[in-house]
């Protein structure tokens, strides 16, 4: 494997005066185009760790590189989180007064581009992930599975060459969950992008390349997913103490 | 979508609260327009009528709190009158006489002689004469007001006149209200000897402001006025007004700024979530700022517009009352609806600094949690 693109080393955090602990020392590397699904129970800090690698909250200790951005720097993390991050929700968290389209726009006012680029661009993006034909609708008259996808059309926007999801298809039943993985899965292989994706399901998570296993805000272990050759089921899965 | 695409979206969302909040700053605005046209129509009136019959200045008591009160001997009008840089003095009385229908009714005194040399335009009749004290002339505003043409009856202050001329004149003050020969105006208030005023014309070669000033300062009793930024030295009722409309601005400012605040703050609250999802996908603290600034600005400018509408109306609906009609009619300068304009922008800027930088300083993170 050749320099990881995003690289986080002994990351802590811990919340209220330290009385919540959500991160002790927690790593992590992701090679440029690798799929990987974090798991674990609730409240071991995977939206914690998420939240740190979008730069939408620091570290106390450790730190976490993108690329060539070293984050602890806590400047020009609104223009990394703008061009470099691309954010699903579990809760799409879409601005409800305005269309799909304007929203997929949203992100875009950070690129200084036309207002006709924005359009077309959010136009394609749409049509990319299959809404169209509901570029008019507003979030309420949306499906939970529509919204999700107008929610990964924002994280688009900017092209950026990481999309973190955290938890997308929490919320949708297993049908259209399956739609967005798919939706994922196509993205990741067209657009060369990064994908790390926070699930509890373990379908979801054997669609990733790799899964990372989290307890207690530590890494618990990896497995990587079977090659393509037919293996015993488990046997292909290597395991790394945390 | 445009950003100011999105800031109306934001806008409209809470119509109820916008538009309350707007009509809030419009009727602030509304009160500075309006008073605003009426001390610059007070302005253009009492500088008309300084300027009446082509005079290049008034000379009047110095230090009178208003111009009505105003009293000059006429041996100091004759003094005037003497000066060989002079080449025409016309001494008026200024009395104001209770009609019904108007209180405020100009009576002005003028001396026969010096008012046949008076540019007066004479729509019917003539003017007065040395042997008729009971002969009066109406300005062409009075005439309707009363009614009464060449050859009527007119009762003023008791006593009764003999309309002898109708004229027109450029300004509201005689062009509402009367002229009859000085000795009777002087009879009529009970101060026989003095004049409230003197229009001056200077000699040639004309240099009013020389002529003015050699005047004052042979007589320090007077004062002379060419234009209203001079009124202050006869009449104290600009300052007055001048500090009411400071006043009344400075208070526009401060309510409709706590107003925008609220509705600011209420707004940048309401939405935090959404403020944290903008930052998350990669929103600037000052793109937050610019958009919370823009919203505040666009309600504000709005509100100062309508609040211009509605002030000019509110001035002209002051016209319908016949006493104001006569001395004013309100002016409607530019500087008026900049100063509304500046009071709608200072508003905005000044109710949406402390949400907007509140707004940004939120952490995405708290931001996005924010139930
Ligand atoms: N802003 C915060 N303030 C206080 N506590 C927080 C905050 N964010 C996270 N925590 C706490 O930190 C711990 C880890 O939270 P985190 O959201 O990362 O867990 P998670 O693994 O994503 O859980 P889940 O699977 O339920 O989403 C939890 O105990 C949580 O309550
Ligand atoms: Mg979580």
Redesign the pocket.
């Known amino acids: 494997m050749s320099e990881p693109l995003i690289q986080a080393r002994g990351l802590e ?1 811990a ?2 005066k330290g009385r ?4 002790r020392g927690m790593d992590l590397e992701v090679a440029e185009r690798e799929f990987v699904a974090i798991v ?12 740190l690698i979008a730069a939408l ?1 620091k570290p106390d200790n450790g730190r976490i590189r993108v690329g060539e951005h070293e984050l602890e720097s806590g400047r020009h993390l609104s223009r990394y989180r703008a061009r470099h991050i691309g954010m699903v929700f ?1 809760l799409h968290n879409l601005l409800p007064s305005l269309t799909a389209l304007e929203n997929v726009q949203v992100p875009m006012f950070e690129l200084g581009l036309g207002r006709r680029e924005r359009k077309e661009r959010a136009r394609r993006l749409l049509a990319l992930v299959g809404l169209g034909d509901r570029e008019g609708s507003r979030p309420p008259e949306l499906s939970g599975g529509e919204r999700q996808r107008v929610g990964i059309a924002r994280a688009l926007a900017n092209d950026p060459p990481i999309l973190l999801a ?2 997308p298809t929490g919320s949708l039943d297993s049908e259209s969950g399956s739609r967005i993985l798919d939706l994922l899965e196509t993205l990741r292989r067209e657009r060369g992008l990064t994908v790390i994706l ?1 699930t ?1 399901d373990a379908e979801v998570a054997a669609r990733a390349d790799r899964i990372v296993r ?1 307890l207690d ?1 530590r890494l618990l272990g990896e497995e990587w997913a079977p090659r393509p050759e037919p293996v015993g089921a488990g046997a292909g899965a290597q395991q790394s103490a945390g | 979508m445009t950003f100011s695409g999105l800031i109306l979206r934001n806008l409209f969302r809470q119509r109820t609260r916008t538009a309350l909040t707007m009509l809030g700053i419009a009727i602030g605005i509304t009160t500075v327009v309006a008073l605003g046209a009426v001390t610059a129509g007070l302005r253009a009136s009492s500088s008309a009528f300084v300027k009446a019959g082509g005079a290049d200045f008034l000379v009047a008591q110095r230090g009178a709190s208003d111009l009505s009160f105003s009293t000059l001997d006429e041996q100091v009008a004759d003094q005037i009158a003497a000066r060989p840089d002079v080449e025409r003095a016309t001494r008026v009385f200024l009395e104001v006489a209770d009609t019904p229908g108007n209180p405020f009714f100009f009576l002005l005194g003028y001396d026969p002689g010096e008012l046949m040399q008076e540019p007066l335009r004479m729509l019917a009749g003539e003017r007065l004469s040395a042997d008729r004290p009971d002969a009066l002339m109406l300005g062409s505003e009075a005439a309707a007001a009363f009614g009464a043409g060449v050859g009527d009856e007119v009762r003023l202050e008791g006593r009764t006149f003999h309309v002898v001329g109708i004229y027109a004149a450029d300004d509201d003050w005689r062009d509402a209200g009367a002229i009859a020969p000085l000795r009777t105006v002087q009879e009529i208030a009970r101060k026989p000897d003095v004049v409230t005023a003197v229009h001056v014309v200077a000699a040639r070669p004309r240099d009013p402001d020389r002529v003015a000033a050699a005047i004052e300062a042979e007589l320090p009793e007077v004062a002379t006025i060419a234009g209203p930024e001079e009124y202050g030295k006869v009449d104290q009722g600009f300052e007055i007004l001048d500090a009411a409309n400071l006043a009344i601005s400075l208070l526009a400012v401060g309510i409709g700024a706590i107003g925008v605040m609220n509705t600011m703050i209420m707004s940048v609250f309401e939405r935090t979530r959404e403020i944290g999802v903008l930052r998350a996908v990669g929103w600037s603290g000052p793109r937050v700022v610019r958009m919370v600034v823009a919203e505040s600005l666009f309600l504000c400018v709005l509100a100062a517009l309508i609040g211009i509408g509605l002030g000019v109306l509110a001035s002209r609906l002051v016209l319908v009352v016949p006493a104001v009609s006569s001395f004013l009619t309100p002016a409607y300068e530019p500087a008026v609806f900049l100063r509304a304009v500046a009071v709608g922008v200072v508003v905005a800027l000044v109710g949406a600094l402390y949400p907007s930088i509140r707004a940004a300083r939120l952490s995405p ?2 931001a996005l ?1 924010y139930e």
């Open positions: 955090k919340f209220e919540i602990v959500a991160l674990g129970p609730s409240g071991c800090g995977k939206s914690t760790l998420l939240h909250d579990q955290d938890e926070v509890h989290m805000g | 993170m708290e949690r």
